[in-house]
């Protein structure tokens, strides 16, 4: 299975607290997208990186990728109680034609 | 940002009847779509890659006519889930890809097979 890692799992924090996520893939990708899931609700686009680049922010979203450890992390800042979801990592896996591969998601719980 | 519509977002059906989803692209055209099932609790499973005006591309282990995939337009995709049993209960999400690359998705159907 091509299927990313994510961790943790699940990470609680408290408002006004950064989270950080991670994932972690297998083999060469065109570019990869973090994607916000509320609870049994479709999935919300974040931010795309793309294989040549390093570092990418939206908003309060700080994105980074390392292709040589074929990892990325998701930060957010300053967290607020709306965050609350489930993030997933997706990959696009050279020449699979942009299908993608969704990581295993980390739970997210901000509390006030 | 493209919107995708997904419809219905819930479904209950009894045991032996086929129920079908459809996913619309409402202001780009997609000549690909896929077609994801997520358990609770889980990440999104590919289940198929649909495309237009041809034989829809299936993962292994699923089984074609099982999930009957049609891509009859630009903007337009259906699953149908046929003879269901209460283990095809899931949710099924839908993404459609624009010109750039980006996938959108829709809000996703509940089915539940009674």
């Known amino acids: 299975s091509q299927q990313g890692e994510e961790d943790p799992q699940a990470l609680s924090i408290q408002e006004g607290e950064n989270a950080t996520m991670n994932c972690s893939y297998k083999?060469?990708?065109?570019?990869l997208q973090w994607y916000r899931q509320n609870s049994g609700r479709g999935l919300v686009h974040l931010i795309l990186i793309r294989s040549n680049e390093r570092e990418k922010h939206s908003g309060r979203l700080r994105v980074t990728l390392d292709t040589s450890k074929k990892s990325s992390s998701l930060l957010i800042t300053a967290s607020r109680a709306a965050d609350t979801a489930s993030y997933f990592c997706?990959?696009?896996?050279?020449?699979?034609?942009?299908?993608?591969?969704f990581g295993t998601g980390t739970r997210l719980q901000v509390t006030l | 940002g493209a919107v995708v519509s997904q419809h219905p977002s819930r479904v209950i059906c009894k045991s032996g009847t086929s129920v079908k989803i459809e996913c619309r692209s409402l202001d780009f055209q997609a000549t690909t779509m896929f077609w994801y099932r997520q358990f609770p609790k889980k990440s999104l499973m590919l289940m198929a890659t649909s495309n237009e005006g041809s034989k829809a591309t299936y993962e292994q282990g699923v089984e074609k006519d099982k999930f009957l995939i049609n891509h009859a337009s630009l903007t337009l995709s259906t699953l149908t889930v046929t003879s269901a049993h209460p283990e095809d209960s899931s949710f099924y999400i839908c993404?459609?890809?624009?010109?750039?690359?980006?996938?959108?998705f829709g809000q996703g159907t509940r089915l539940t097979v009674v």
């Open positions: 997706a990959t696009a896996y050279t020449g699979t034609a942009s299908k993608l591969t």
């Open positions: 993404s459609a890809r624009d010109l750039d690359g980006e996938a959108f």
């Open positions: 083999t060469s990708i065109n570019n």
